[in-house]
T-cell receptor
Framework: KQEVTQIPAALSVPEGENLVLNCSFTDSAIYNLQWFRQDPGKGLTSLLLIQSSQREQTSGRLNASLDKSSGRSTLYIAASQPGDSATYLCRYSQGGSEKLVFGKGMKLTVNP | NAGVTQTPKFQVLKTGQSMTLQCAQDMNHEYMSWYRQDPGMGLRLIHYSVGAGITDQGEVPNGYNVSRSTTEDFPLRLLSAAPSQTSVYFC????????????FGQGTRLTVV
């Protein structure tokens, strides 16, 4: 069974820290991996999408990397701000399957 | 720039009632899916569709029906609501499950009493 793990489930940090969020998956036959943020009571907002042929993607203060051999993706947030407080989820798709697999998310709180 | 639109945003049902959650996208995406999100359970796939006329079951399909008569619309029907179906429901779409970026609606918060 395909599984995605995000550890820890919650993280609280002071403003300004550089953060690393982890996403681990069980199958290396990954097609792509996507990171989302979800604000309370809202839907999921796409942050970054990495295809299996890529090693990383960048958008502003966000950088996502993909290491298929170790079954891990990392979302790096530079100079965290209170506005970054949200739940961050990752999902991956596997070649040969039409089902997207989501992690349970990591709740981030950035304190002023 | 509508993206994925879900209606209604909130709904309260009595046990045994039926209803349809609406989902529409204007991006000409072939792949659409429905999820429910419950505390501690993450997102669980209910049903998905890879194109008009083609649907399939996900992880938790019992109690739900779907159909896909057009590319744009993918409604989710609750046949006889139960308290266990109290949840937040999300619809998502993408060009394909493999190659595309997935876009989500804002969700429908359903309470069954």
């Amino acid at each position: 069974k395909q599984e995605v793990t995000q550890i820890p489930a919650a993280l609280s940090v002071p403003e300004g820290e550089n953060l690393v969020l982890n996403c681990s998956f069980t199958d290396s036959a990954i097609y792509n991996l996507q990171w989302f943020r979800q604000d309370p009571g809202k839907g999921l907002t796409s942050l970054l999408l990495i295809q299996s042929s890529q090693r990383e993607q960048t958008s502003g203060r966000l950088n996502a990397s993909l290491d298929k051999s170790s079954g891990r993706s990392t979302l790096y947030i530079a100079a965290s701000q209170p506005g970054d407080s949200a739940t961050y989820l990752c999902r991956y798709s596997q070649g040969g399957s039409e089902k997207l697999v989501f992690g349970k998310g990591m709740k981030l709180t950035v304190n002023p | 720039n509508a993206g994925v639109t879900q209606t209604p945003k909130f709904q309260v049902l009595k046990t045994g009632q039926s209803m349809t959650l609406q989902c529409a996208q204007d991006m000409n995406h072939e792949y659409m899916s429905w999820y429910r999100q419950d505390p501690g359970m993450g997102l669980r796939l209910i049903h998905y569709s890879v194109g008009a006329g083609i649907t399939d079951q996900g992880e938790v399909p019992n109690g739900y029906n779907v159909s896909r008569s057009t590319t744009e619309d993918f409604p989710l029907r609750l046949l006889s609501a139960a308290p266990s179906q109290t949840s937040v429901y999300f619809c998502a779409s993408s060009y394909s499950p493999l190659a595309g970026e997935a876009f989500f609606g804002q969700g429908t918060r359903l309470t069954v009493v």
